[in-house]
C-alpha cells in the first residue's frame, strides 16, 4: 500500500510560480511511476506530468509543457511539482498518484492522495 501526501499550492497571481511535493511511502517505490494530475471545477480530472522513479523519464501534458517541472528526491521519497508561469486556467486540485504500470505515461494510478488546491487569479 502505498501512501501519497500532497503540500504546497495555495491562492496565487497570474505568472507566478508555485512548488507542489507529494510524500510518498509504502511499497517498492522504484518499481511506481508517480505523477501529478488534476481537477478543475465542472472538468474531468487529467494527466498533468509524470516521472518514473527508477529512471527518471518523464511525460508532460501539452497544456504545461515548458511551464511545469517533475522531479523526484529519492533520499526523502518525495516527488515535486514547479508550476511557472501559472495561468487562471491551471487552477485545480492538483492529486499526486502512482502506479505499477510504468510503460503507462500518463496514468491511470492505482493510488492517489487527498489533493491539494491552486487557484490562479487574474
Known amino acids: 500500500q502505498v501512501r501519497l501526501v500532497e503540500s504546497g499550492g495555495g491562492l496565487v497571481q497570474a505568472g507566478d510560480s508555485v512548488r507542489l511535493s507529494c510524500a510518498a511511502s509504502?511499497?517498492?517505490?522504484?518499481?511506481?511511476?508517480m505523477g501529478w494530475f488534476r481537477q478543475a471545477p465542472g472538468k474531468e480530472q487529467e494527466f498533468v506530468a509524470s516521472i518514473f522513479w527508477g529512471l527518471s523519464s518523464t511525460k508532460y501534458a501539452d497544456s504545461v509543457k515548458g511551464r511545469f517541472a517533475i522531479s523526484k528526491n529519492n533520499a526523502e521519497n518525495t516527488v515535486n511539482l514547479q508550476m511557472n508561469s501559472l495561468k487562471p486556467e491551471d487552477t485545480a486540485v492538483y492529486y499526486c498518484?502512482?502506479?505499477?504500470?510504468?510503460?503507462?505515461?500518463?496514468?491511470?494510478?492505482?493510488?492517489r492522495g487527498q489533493g491539494t488546491q491552486v487557484t490562479v487569479s487574474s
Open positions: 509504502g511499497g517498492a517505490l522504484s518499481n511506481y511511476r
Open positions: 498518484g502512482a502506479w505499477r504500470a510504468t510503460w503507462n505515461l500518463a496514468g491511470p494510478y492505482d493510488y
